[in-house]
């Protein structure tokens, strides 16, 4: 959690002073809300108490971002001075060693985005020689990691979960942009039994309870159960499209990995560094996991309603926030924000009201537009003013029909921004998956649509979603993924694993310390950036039914600016309490409160807008190329060069 807060306010480095922390300490109680409370709509996917990014030695004490604008980080300096080199050949080489990219280009980009200290000529020279002499030794450097983990240089990878996948004679082998796989060690590998019928030229893997047959040369796949699955009584018949067929070569019979393995529902990852395709059993790992938190999972999972899924659940959310200024000459000024949610959900269908007076924000903004008028014309002054106070007091409402794949939004202040949206008028986006999927926001949507009538996930899918995602957004060395799963879930355990909490009267009750931190820490190889951090929750039980979870925590980060982080909650089935407050020494305080309800509902969810209400269509405010693709075509594949 601190690791995504964190991340939130590096994204907001150019942003004024005031708004950067008003929108971190925005950001972060949403944040904290979701880890206390996935029963609701807005939960979507909890984040746990995540640690800070591991430094690589001592010059990474230079990655405090809160500290970003701090004099002291500017100047004449070189870049190498800077970080403490006596050189900048000196600098550049260890650059190149710490940097884990297969580009020059970036790699001298990141050097200077490092210290936001402009490259000199000389610098820029030292970089790029460094980094020409370096790439045979980060190569062999790759190679032996790759040895280490149980890959085989030379070849094309496959590795699943922990394990590479071994294969004799035959190899993987990419083919238009797809990597192929000899079939027999790929489903052995998934613990499947493989069969060949020649005369057919048909392929079938039998597993435990259920089976997949694909025909070289077809671009389809079967899988049918056989009686039982997991040991239960199961009937299916599935067939997926592969998108590329598979054939056989030199005797051996090759299929499209990604493709075959997503319609398994194995997560597929390329590393373009180290040439491989990484395997993830999401179910699987997430089981593992798992196991060590069943109390913290008891809690996530804490429903409204033993039969929530079966109902119509209404969830009426109020926040409300407010920032105070210090001065100690002219007097605090404190400026407040308000906003009201309403939620209607099925399991499946939803829809969303809202309704936010953000006058003493905008009253901030356009303080801060006429402060600095003579930089902007005049016009352009006017128009940018006029647009902020249409958005004092917004409203939104959508609506999303799950078996029309159909989201519909009405904002009236849109208008003001999209000169070809008529007032008051919804906007109809068909296909949403495709749009959702693009923009990384599925599993967002799906938080929305189960919300409140699902209850909540688990601490394996919080860790296991995280780690995924940033490491295939930014990390760039997917080869990795499991073993930052497996760590983070070893870190979390050392610190809210079942064993961390003790039994209080007919509940539990856990506390974490500095010290706690620093220990869990040191474990994992992790850094912390605190300087004070206390944490005590108490959970309440009726039998084995988590029944509600109250407390609070508090931490400082910072060293020469100090901030302190403190929340205080109380959940239930009926609803929850939030009050969240983060204090910049000497500077400012935001706080956020939030209270909300759930309960049943006897009003339906909307199929869609009102009759006689008019609609548009999105692809009639958008240019026709925006998306690179036809939104009405068929769902596209995961990105990744090979898989």
């Given at each position: 959690?601190?690791?995504?807060?964190?991340?939130?306010?590096?994204?907001?480095?150019?942003?004024?002073?005031?708004?950067?922390?008003?929108?971190?300490?925005?950001?972060?109680?949403?944040?904290?809300?979701?880890?206390?409370?996935?029963?609701?709509?807005?939960?979507?996917?909890?984040?746990?108490?995540?640690?800070?990014?591991?430094?690589?030695?001592?010059?990474?004490?230079?990655?405090?971002?809160?500290?970003?604008?701090?004099?002291?980080?500017?100047?004449?300096?070189?870049?190498?001075?800077?970080?403490?080199?006596?050189?900048?050949?000196?600098?550049?080489?260890?650059?190149?060693?710490?940097?884990?990219?297969?580009?020059?280009?970036?790699?001298?980009?990141?050097?200077?985005?490092?210290?936001?200290?402009?490259?000199?000529?000389?610098?820029?020279?030292?970089?790029?020689?460094?980094?020409?002499?370096?790439?045979?030794?980060?190569?062999?450097?790759?190679?032996?990691?790759?040895?280490?983990?149980?890959?085989?240089?030379?070849?094309?990878?496959?590795?699943?979960?922990?394990?590479?996948?071994?294969?004799?004679?035959?190899?993987?082998?990419?083919?238009?942009?797809?990597?192929?796989?000899?079939?027999?060690?790929?489903?052995?590998?998934?613990?499947?039994?493989?069969?060949?019928?020649?005369?057919?030229?048909?392929?079938?893997?039998?597993?435990?309870?259920?089976?997949?047959?694909?025909?070289?040369?077809?671009?389809?796949?079967?899988?049918?159960?056989?009686?039982?699955?997991?040991?239960?009584?199961?009937?299916?018949?599935?067939?997926?499209?592969?998108?590329?067929?598979?054939?056989?070569?030199?005797?051996?019979?090759?299929?499209?990995?990604?493709?075959?393995?997503?319609?398994?529902?194995?997560?597929?990852?390329?590393?373009?560094?180290?040439?491989?395709?990484?395997?993830?059993?999401?179910?699987?790992?997430?089981?593992?996991?798992?196991?060590?938190?069943?109390?913290?999972?008891?809690?996530?999972?804490?429903?409204?309603?033993?039969?929530?899924?079966?109902?119509?659940?209404?969830?009426?959310?109020?926040?409300?926030?407010?920032?105070?200024?210090?001065?100690?000459?002219?007097?605090?000024?404190?400026?407040?924000?308000?906003?009201?949610?309403?939620?209607?959900?099925?399991?499946?269908?939803?829809?969303?009201?809202?309704?936010?007076?953000?006058?003493?924000?905008?009253?901030?903004?356009?303080?801060?537009?006429?402060?600095?008028?003579?930089?902007?014309?005049?016009?352009?002054?006017?128009?940018?003013?006029?647009?902020?106070?249409?958005?004092?007091?917004?409203t939104a409402e959508l609506i999303f029909n799950y078996d029309e794949d159909t989201l519909y939004i009405k904002a009236?202040?849109?208008?003001?921004?999209?000169?070809?949206?008529?007032?008051?008028?919804?906007?109809?986006?068909?296909?949403?998956?495709?749009?959702?999927?693009?923009?990384?926001?599925?599993?967002?949507?799906?938080?929305?649509?189960?919300?409140?009538?699902?209850?909540?996930?688990?601490?394996?899918?919080?860790?296991?979603?995280?780690?995924?995602?940033?490491?295939?957004?930014?990390?760039?060395?997917?080869?990795?993924?499991?073993?930052?799963?497996?760590?983070?879930?070893?870190?979390?355990?050392?610190?809210?694993?079942?064993?961390?909490?003790?039994?209080?009267?007919?509940?539990?009750?856990?506390?974490?310390?500095?010290?706690?931190?620093?220990?869990?820490?040191?474990?994992?190889?992790?850094?912390?950036?605190?300087?004070?951090?206390?944490?005590?929750?108490?959970?309440?039980?009726?039998?084995?039914?988590?029944?509600?979870?109250?407390?609070?925590?508090?931490?400082?980060?910072?060293?020469?600016?100090?901030?302190?982080?403190?929340?205080?909650?109380?959940?239930?089935?009926?609803?929850?309490?939030?009050?969240?407050?983060?204090?910049?020494?000497?500077?400012?305080?935001?706080?956020?409160?939030?209270?909300?309800?759930?309960?049943?509902?006897?009003?339906?969810?909307?199929?869609?807008?009102?009759?006689?209400?008019?609609?548009?269509?999105?692809?009639?405010?958008?240019?026709?190329?925006?998306?690179?693709?036809?939104?009405?075509?068929?769902?596209?594949?995961?990105?990744?060069?090979?898989?």
């Open positions: 959690m601190l690791r995504m807060m964190r991340k939130a306010a590096e994204n907001l480095k150019g942003t004024d002073k005031t708004m950067k922390r008003t929108i971190q300490g925005t950001l972060a109680v949403l944040l904290v809300f979701a880890m206390l409370c996935p029963l609701t709509a807005l939960a979507g996917q909890a984040v746990p108490i995540a640690p800070a990014p591991e430094p690589d030695d001592k010059y990474d004490d230079f990655d405090d971002w809160d500290d970003w604008d701090d004099p002291y980080w500017y100047g004449d300096e070189a870049i190498w001075e800077y970080w403490g080199f006596d050189s900048a050949d000196e600098f550049a080489e260890w650059y190149v060693e710490r940097w884990i990219g297969d580009n020059a280009e970036d790699f001298i980009r990141w050097a200077e985005y490092g210290a936001y200290i402009d490259i000199s000529e000389e610098e820029y020279q030292a970089l790029e020689e460094a980094w020409a002499k370096a790439q045979e030794n980060i190569k062999k450097l790759r190679m032996e990691k790759l040895e280490e983990l149980g890959g085989t240089p030379g070849i094309i990878n496959i590795r699943y979960n922990s394990d590479f996948i071994k294969f004799t004679g035959a190899v993987p082998e990419i083919k238009d942009g797809t990597t192929f796989a000899p079939a027999k060690p790929f489903f052995e590998a998934l613990g499947a039994k493989v069969a060949f019928d020649n005369a057919a030229k048909e392929l079938t893997a039998e597993f435990d309870g259920w089976s997949v047959s694909l025909v070289m040369g077809q671009d389809t796949m079967n899988v049918t159960s056989t009686g039982t699955e997991d040991g239960e009584e199961s009937d299916r018949d599935e067939e997926f499209f592969i998108y590329d067929e598979p054939y056989i070569k030199n005797g051996a019979s090759y299929l499209p990995v990604g493709a075959v393995a997503k319609a398994l529902g194995i997560d597929v990852y390329w590393d373009n560094i180290y040439k491989t395709v990484v395997l993830i059993n999401r179910s699987e790992v997430i089981a593992g996991i798992d196991k060590d938190f069943s109390i913290m999972n008891r809690l996530l999972g804490m429903s409204l309603s033993t039969d929530a899924q079966d109902g119509v659940y209404k969830t009426v959310i109020g926040m409300m926030l407010s920032i105070t200024q210090f001065d100690s000459l002219d007097g605090d000024t404190t400026l407040e924000a308000e906003a009201d949610i309403t939620i209607i959900s099925d399991g499946k269908n939803f829809s969303f009201k809202g309704a936010a007076d953000l006058s003493g924000i905008i009253d901030l903004y356009i303080a801060d537009l006429e402060k600095y008028a003579e930089y902007y014309d005049k016009e352009e002054l006017e128009e940018m003013i006029a647009q902020y106070n249409m958005l004092r007091k917004i009236p202040a849109l208008s003001g921004f999209i000169p070809e949206l008529p007032a008051n008028t919804w906007i109809s986006v068909g296909n949403v998956g495709q749009y959702l999927w693009l923009l990384g926001l599925d599993e967002a949507m799906e938080g929305l649509s189960v919300g409140a009538a699902a209850g909540g996930t688990s601490m394996g899918e919080i860790i296991y979603s995280e780690f995924s995602y940033f490491s295939y957004e930014w990390y760039r060395n997917q080869i990795f993924i499991y073993e930052n799963i497996i760590d983070s879930a070893g870190y979390n355990k050392a610190l809210i694993g079942d064993d961390k909490f003790v039994k209080a009267g007919d509940g539990y009750r856990l506390s974490i310390s500095l010290k706690d931190m620093t220990e869990a820490a040191e474990e994992f190889g992790e850094y912390l950036y605190m300087s004070m951090f206390d944490l005590d929750i108490t959970i309440k039980t009726d039998g084995d039914v988590i029944t509600g979870c109250t407390g609070g925590v508090v931490w400082r980060e910072g060293y020469y600016y100090i901030t302190q982080y403190k929340c205080e909650f109380d959940v239930s089935p009926a609803g929850v309490y939030v009050y969240y407050e983060v204090h910049e020494k000497n500077e400012m305080v935001v706080c956020v409160e939030i209270n909300m309800t759930t309960g049943e509902s006897d009003q339906p969810v909307p199929a869609g807008p009102p009759a006689g209400d008019k609609v548009i269509a999105i692809e009639e405010l958008l240019p026709e190329d925006i998306w690179g693709f036809d939104p009405g075509g068929p769902v596209m594949p995961l990105a990744g060069a090979a898989a």
